[in-house]
């Protein structure tokens, strides 16, 4: 997992397999009144975090490597009531909800809403 990596380095991170990465939601992620980006890799389900600051590409981190692309972020409401965007993802064969509370590009507590099969149910966006 990368961790808080500097604009440039995110730049060529995401550069080389641009087409890859579909922005899923535009949140306040750190809580400064301006949209973030939250991205999925459509071939490997990677998640990343990248916050916009002063109009220019802010710092940006995986949150997850991948590997399972039945999961997708669905949603990012403020879970937790701390004013800041968390995520909700679904997996799209079982149903399964998962939420992970942010702090920025943080995510600091993961868990299950619904971790038993929900096959059919969606969130509604």
Same mark, same amino acid.
């Given at each position: 997992?990368? +961790? %808080?990596? &500097?604009?440039?380095?995110?730049? %060529?991170?995401?550069? #080389?397999?641009?087409?890859?990465? /579909? !922005? +899923?939601?535009?949140?306040?992620?750190?809580?400064?009144? +301006?949209? %973030?980006?939250?991205?999925?890799?459509?071939?490997?389900? #990677?998640?990343?975090?990248?916050?916009?600051?002063?109009?220019?590409?802010?710092?940006?981190?995986? $949150?997850?490597?991948?590997?399972?692309?039945?999961?997708? /972020?669905?949603?990012?409401?403020?879970?937790?009531? %701390?004013?800041? &965007?968390?995520?909700?993802?679904?997996? #799209?064969?079982?149903? $399964? !909800?998962?939420?992970?509370?942010?702090?920025? !590009?943080? !995510?600091?507590?993961?868990?299950?809403?619904?971790?038993?099969?929900?096959?059919?149910?969606? /969130?509604? +966006?």
């Amino acid at each position: 997992m990368c +961790k %808080d990596l &500097a604009p440039g380095q995110c730049i %060529d991170l995401f550069h #080389a397999n641009l087409s890859e990465w /579909v !922005i +899923k939601a535009t949140p306040d992620l750190n809580n400064d009144g +301006k949209p %973030d980006l939250v991205l999925q890799n459509r071939r490997t389900g #990677a998640i990343a975090t990248w916050l916009i600051e002063n109009l220019a590409l802010g710092r940006c981190d995986i $949150q997850w490597q991948g590997g399972d692309t039945n999961w997708e /972020v669905i949603s990012t409401p403020d879970l937790n009531g %701390d004013g800041k &965007a968390d995520l909700l993802l679904q997996n #799209a064969v079982t149903g $399964q !909800i998962f939420y992970w509370a942010m702090n920025g !590009i943080s !995510i600091t507590k993961t868990g299950f809403l619904f971790g038993n099969t929900l096959t059919g149910w969606t /969130v509604i +966006k």
